[in-house]
């Protein structure tokens, strides 16, 4: 079962331009980490955030974590075609099932 | 340092046969995953080994899937026999210390086995 939900399920945009794309998910957690993956490549880890924390930045990317509303976004700054890829979110939740658990993945597409 | 070595990284067989893949995580990770990734979804936990025990198989089909990790290094993930709905991409990941210890969460993925069954 997936617990993360990613919106838009597909992105378009033009280089330079900003990214947003919002997860939401269901149960309580430890941490929400994104990842990204190329065609036909595996994942890549791209961002951790946990739960006690609000926002997070790694070079152009900055993410949120509101727990009281179970969401989270990330936002990847002045864009660049080598963006164009999946991201997905994934949560870990301690106690009971331990295991990350992966959203659907959104397409962000960056046209140069 | 190398990556998360998979093998094959592509596979077409005819349903009702058997398929392995193999597996070799990062030097030193003591734990590993093997995921299912259906076409547009994200990727499902099938196995988690911490060494060489297997401390979360519940996903696993074990009627027709198998998995083993001998030494607590290479995997091999075994199906058989296939059906069309095994179709999917296969990608195992590994990470360095388990759940439930000073943890470090971060997975390291290969790039998968995508199969087909015909």
């Known amino acids: 079962s997936q617990q993360g939900e990613e919106d838009p399920q597909a992105l378009s945009i033009q280089e330079g331009e900003n990214a947003t794309m919002n997860c939401s998910y269901k149960?309580?957690?430890?941490?929400l980490q994104w990842y990204r993956q190329n065609s036909g490549r595996g994942l890549v880890h791209l961002i951790l955030?946990?739960?006690?924390?609000r926002e997070k930045h790694s070079g152009r990317l900055r993410v949120t974590l509101d727990t009281s509303k179970k969401s989270s976004s990330l936002l990847i700054t002045a864009s660049r075609a080598a963006d164009t890829a999946s991201y997905f979110c994934?949560?870990?939740?301690?106690?009971?099932?331990?295991?990350?658990?992966f959203g659907k993945g959104m397409k962000l597409t960056v046209n140069p | 340092e190398a990556g998360v070595v998979q093998s094959p990284r592509y596979k077409i067989i005819e349903k009702k046969q058997p398929v392995a893949f193999w597996c070799n995580p990062i030097?030193?990770?003591?734990?590993l995953y093997w995921y299912r990734q259906n076409l547009g979804q994200g990727p499902e936990l099938l196995i988690r080994?911490?060494?060489?025990?297997?401390?979360?198989d519940s996903q696993l089909p074990k009627d027709r899937f198998s998995a083993e990790r001998l030494k607590g290094v290479d995997s091999t993930l075994k199906i058989q026999p296939a059906e069309l709905g095994d179709s999917a991409v296969y990608l195992c990941?590994?990470?360095?210390?388990?759940?439930?210890?000073?943890?470090?969460?971060?997975?390291?993925f290969g790039p998968g086995t995508r199969l087909t069954v015909t």
């Open positions: 994934a949560t870990y939740s301690q106690g009971g099932s331990e295991k990350l658990v």
């Open positions: 030097s030193g990770h003591n734990t």
């Open positions: 080994y911490e060494n060489e025990e297997a401390v979360d």
């Open positions: 149960t309580s957690i430890n941490n």
């Open positions: 955030i946990r739960s006690n924390e």
């Open positions: 990941a590994s990470s360095s210390y388990g759940f439930g210890q000073r943890t470090s969460y971060e997975q390291y």
